[in-house]
C-alpha cells in the first residue's frame, strides 16, 4: 500500500496541502484535476523528484519521505514520454537495469518479457525520433516497468495522442495493469479517461483534495459544485427545499419544483446528469416523479451525441442519440417533456 | 501549360539584403585571405621552421587547449548549476561571467596581476608552491581563460538549458543517483553546445594579445623565452610588414583549419 499523509508542497503561488491517500497494492488509482492544480507536482513529489515542506510517503511499512528517486523503487511515465534521446529503445528499457548493475543475462530475460508485454519487440533497434506517439509511449512504460518498480506514476500518459490511439492506448493500460498487477497512480484533466481507468479517483482542486470515491460515486454523488462539473454533470441548480410531499422532498428552483430524495434542508445546490433525464412529446407514464412541459431552446451537435437544453424554466441539458434526435425530429421552440428520477437529483 | 519550378523570382529587399550581406562577408573573409595568399608556400614554411616562430606556435596551441581544459573542469559545473537552478542573484552572477568580455583585455592583464603577481593574493599561495604567472606558462593560461571562459559557459548554459529536465528526472527514478544521471543524460545530450563553446573559448584565447601581453610579454618555454603568436606579430610588426606577414598568416591559417576541423566535427550529423 502507498500512503501519502498529511503532504505539503510548495507550488511557488500556491501550496498543495492537506493531501492524504491510502492507495491499495495493485489499484488504479486516478488523480483527476484542471491544468495547475498541482498535479504533476503530487507526482514528483511522491517520486522524489520535488521538495517536500511537511507531510509523510510511505510505501507499505516503509517511510520514504526523504529517501533519494533512485531508492525508492517508484517509476514514472510523463506526457511527453521523456525518452532518451540519445539511446536505441533497446538502450532506453535497459537503463534502469544497467543503472542497477543486473547481470546481463537477466537484463535481457526482463527486457525480452517486458517487451512482450508492451507489444513493442520489433522496435528494439529503432530510435525514439522514429516511433509514432502510441509506440513511444509503449517504449516509456516497458522502460519503467522492465525494473519491477513498487509504484508506477502516470503523468497524463495519454495526452498527446490523437483520440484513436488514447482509446486503443487505455485497453493496453488496462491490459498491462492486469497482467502485471502493479499499484498505478495516474494523473489526468480527462474525465472520462479517469472513469474508463480508475478504480477509484482523487479530483484536484486549488492544491486540496476535494473528493475521493469510485467513478459511480463521482458520477452520481459529487460533493461540489467544482466536482460536479469535471464531472461533466451539465445540470447543476440552486434552490430551496421547501417540504415533503409523498416521500420526497420538495425543491423550488424558481418556481419550478422538483421532488429530490434527500433530507437536506434551507438553501441548496443539486445536480442531475444530463443522460438520466428522458426528453418525449408526450408526458411519459412512468414512476419518475418529475415530469415538466418546456421548451426547447438549444440543440449542441457533438458529433457522436447531442446536447439538447429544456427551458421549464430552469434551463435541463437533456443528452440523446443522433438517432432519438431524427425520430424525435426536435427543433428549437419545440414544446417537449422532460422526465427524470427523484433519486436522479443529487443534492449537495 | 504553367511551367512550375523550385526557383522564385528574388523579391527588391531580398536583393538588397544579399547584396549587404555580400559585403559583410567580403569585409570579414578578405583581410585574412589576403594575407595567406600575399606570402608563399616555401616562405610560410621557411618561417614555421624558425625556432622563435614553432615555439610561438606550440606555445600559443597549448595555452590555449589548457586554458580550454580548465574552464571544461570549472565551467560546465558552472553553466549546470545556471542553467538547472533557481536563485537569488542568479541574474547577478549571469552578468559577472560576461564581465571579461566587457572589460578591455590591457586592463584584465592588471587586474590579474593583482591576483596572480607574486605579492598578490592567489599568486602568493601558489608562488609558494612553484607555479609561477609572472612571464610564465601559467600567465599565459589564465590570461586566455580569463577573456575566453564566458564563450564556454554561456555555450554549455544553453546546452544544458536544452536537455530536457524530465530526462534527468525519468533517469533518477530509473535508479541512477545524480552523478550518473549527469553523466548518462545531460553530458552526452549537451555535448555539441559544450565542444562548440570549447572551440570557440580556445580560438578566442589563441587570439588574445591585451591580456597577455601584461602578464605574461614572454614565457619561458621549450627552454626559450616565447612569445605568443598575437605578441610575436606585433613584435615583428616594428621591424616592418614584410616580417610580420608570414607570422601572421600561419597564425591565421592554424586557427581556421583547427577551427573549421572541430566545427565540422560539433555540427556532423546536424542539419543546418
Known amino acids: 500500500m502507498i500512503a501519502i499523509k498529511n503532504l505539503k508542497v510548495n507550488l511557488g503561488d500556491f501550496l498543495l496541502q492537506n493531501i492524504n491517500l491510502d492507495i491499495e497494492p495493485g489499484e488504479y488509482f486516478i488523480v483527476l484535476g484542471p491544468t495547475g492544480a498541482g498535479k504533476t507536482v503530487l507526482l514528483e513529489a511522491i517520486a522524489g523528484l520535488y521538495p517536500v515542506l511537511e507531510g509523510e510517503v510511505w510505501i507499505g511499512d516503509k517511510e520514504i519521505t526523504h529517501l533519494s528517486p533512485e531508492k525508492r523503487e517508484i517509476g514514472i511515465v510523463y506526457q511527453d514520454q521523456a525518452l532518451f534521446p540519445h539511446l536505441s529503445v533497446e538502450k532506453n528499457i535497459a537503463f534502469g537495469l544497467r543503472m542497477r548493475k543486473c547481470p546481463k543475462n537477466e537484463a535481457k530475460a526482463k527486457i525480452d518479457a517486458i517487451v512482450e508485454i508492451a507489444g513493442i519487440s520489433h522496435l528494439l533497434k529503432r530510435s525514439p525520433a522514429t516511433l509514432s506517439g502510441g509506440e513511444k509511449q509503449k517504449v516509456a512504460l516497458a522502460r519503467a516497468l522492465v525494473t519491477k518498480p513498487k509504484v508506477l506514476l502516470l503523468d497524463e500518459p495519454l495526452s498527446a495522442l490523437d483520440p484513436e490511439t488514447r482509446e486503443r492506448m487505455q485497453g493496453e493500460l488496462r491490459e498491462i495493469h492486469r497482467r502485471i498487477g502493479l499499484t498505478v497512480i495516474h494523473i489526468t484533466h480527462d474525465f472520462e479517461e479517469a472513469i474508463a481507468l480508475g478504480h477509484r479517483v482523487a479530483v484536484l482542486n486549488d492544491g486540496c483534495i476535494a473528493q475521493i470515491g469510485t467513478p459511480g460515486e463521482f458520477l452520481r454523488r459529487p460533493s461540489s459544485e467544482f466536482v460536479a462539473r469535471f464531472a461533466l454533470t451539465r445540470n447543476i441548480l440552486s434552490g430551496r427545499v421547501i417540504g415533503v410531499e409523498d416521500g420526497c422532498t420538495l425543491v423550488d428552483i424558481g418556481g419550478t419544483k422538483l421532488r429530490a430524495t434527500t433530507e437536506a434542508n434551507g438553501e441548496v445546490q443539486l445536480s442531475i446528469r444530463p443522460e438520466d433525464i428522458l426528453i418525449s412529446k408526450e408526458p411519459l407514464q412512468s414512476t419518475a416523479r418529475n415530469c415538466f412541459l418546456g421548451v426547447v431552446s438549444n440543440i449542441a451537435d457533438r458529433g457522436s451525441v447531442i446536447y439538447i437544453t429544456v427551458t421549464v424554466p430552469p434551463d435541463f441539458i437533456c443528452i440523446i442519440t443522433r438517432q432519438a434526435l431524427d425520430e424525435l425530429k426536435l427543433r428549437n421552440g419545440m414544446e417537449v417533456w422532460i422526465t427524470f428520477k427523484a433519486s436522479a437529483i443529487h443534492v449537495f | ?272
Request: cysteine-free; hydrophobic content about 55%; proline content about 4%.
Open chain 2, 1 to 272: 501549360m504553367i511551367k512550375t519550378s523550385g526557383w522564385k523570382k528574388p523579391d527588391s529587399m531580398s536583393i538588397v539584403f544579399i547584396l549587404f550581406g555580400s559585403l559583410m562577408l567580403l569585409f570579414i573573409v578578405a583581410p585574412p585571405l589576403k594575407t595567406v595568399f600575399s606570402s608563399s608556400p616555401g616562405t610560410l614554411w621557411n618561417t614555421l621552421l624558425e625556432k622563435e616562430v614553432y615555439s610561438s606556435v606550440l606555445l600559443t596551441v597549448s595555452a590555449a587547449l589548457a586554458a580550454t581544459l580548465i574552464g571544461l573542469f570549472l565551467g560546465v559545473p558552472l553553466a549546470y548549476v545556471l542553467a538547472r537552478h533557481q536563485f537569488r542573484g542568479k541574474r547577478f552572477v549571469e552578468a559577472i561571467i560576461d564581465v571579461p568580455i566587457v572589460i578591455p583585455h590591457s586592463a584584465a592583464g592588471i587586474a590579474l596581476l593583482f591576483v596572480f603577481g607574486s605579492n598578490f593574493l592567489f599568486g602568493k599561495v601558489l608562488n609558494g608552491i612553484g607555479i609561477g604567472f609572472f612571464r610564465a606558462f601559467a600567465g599565459v593560461v589564465i590570461a586566455m581563460m580569463f577573456v575566453s571562459v564566458p564563450f564556454l559557459i554561456d555555450a554549455a548554459k544553453d546546452g544544458f538549458k536544452a536537455v530536457d529536465v524530465r530526462l534527468e528526472k525519468v533517469a533518477r527514478t530509473l535508479g541512477a543517483s545524480a552523478w550518473k544521471s549527469f553523466f548518462q543524460i545531460s553530458l552526452p545530450l549537451a555535448w555539441r553546445s559544450i565542444f562548440s563553446g570549447s572551440v570557440l573559448m580556445w580560438a578566442r584565447g589563441l587570439s588574445e594579445f591585451g591580456a597577455i601581453v601584461i602578464i605574461a610579454y614572454s614565457a619561458s618555454f621549450l627552454g626559450w623565452n616565447t612569445k605568443v603568436l598575437p605578441v610575436l606579430i606585433a613584435d615583428r610588426f616594428d621591424f616592418g610588414l614584410d616580417y610580420a606577414r608570414p607570422v601572421a598568416a600561419i597564425a591565421i591559417l592554424i586557427s581556421l583549419i583547427t577551427f573549421i576541423m572541430l566545427r565540422s566535427i560539433a555540427y556532423r550529423g546536424e542539419k543546418a
